[in-house]
């Protein structure tokens, strides 16, 4: 909970910083973390500091990548397997 609100004030500094600003700071901290960050922020916005980052470099290439990676296997639906009737 804690955690949560914690995600989402950061969340709503970074939206508010100019996309290479906020790419440079998101670079800097733990990936699952800005990973986190960009999820609460718009489509729009999270674009924006992604494409940001490809601009630092090879670098801040694979942490565009990593984050995309991230965020993608954080929106999957949660799929619940059939189970089987009992014998």
Do not use: C
């Not at 600003?21 to 670079?27: E, G, H, I, K």
């Not at 960050?37 to 924006?48: E, K, P, V």
């Amino acid at each position: 909970e804690d955690e949560y609100k914690n995600t989402r004030k950061l969340a709503e500094f970074y939206s508010k910083m100019h996309p290479q600003n906020a790419a440079r700071l998101l670079s800097k901290i733990e990936t699952d973390r800005a990973a986190r960050i960009l999820t609460f922020l718009s489509d729009r916005q999270a674009g924006a500091i992604m494409d940001a980052s490809v601009g630092l470099g090879p670098d801040g290439i694979d942490l565009a990548v990593q984050w995309t990676d991230i965020i993608r296997q954080m929106k999957q639906p949660q799929t619940i397997e059939p189970q089987s009737p009992a014998p």
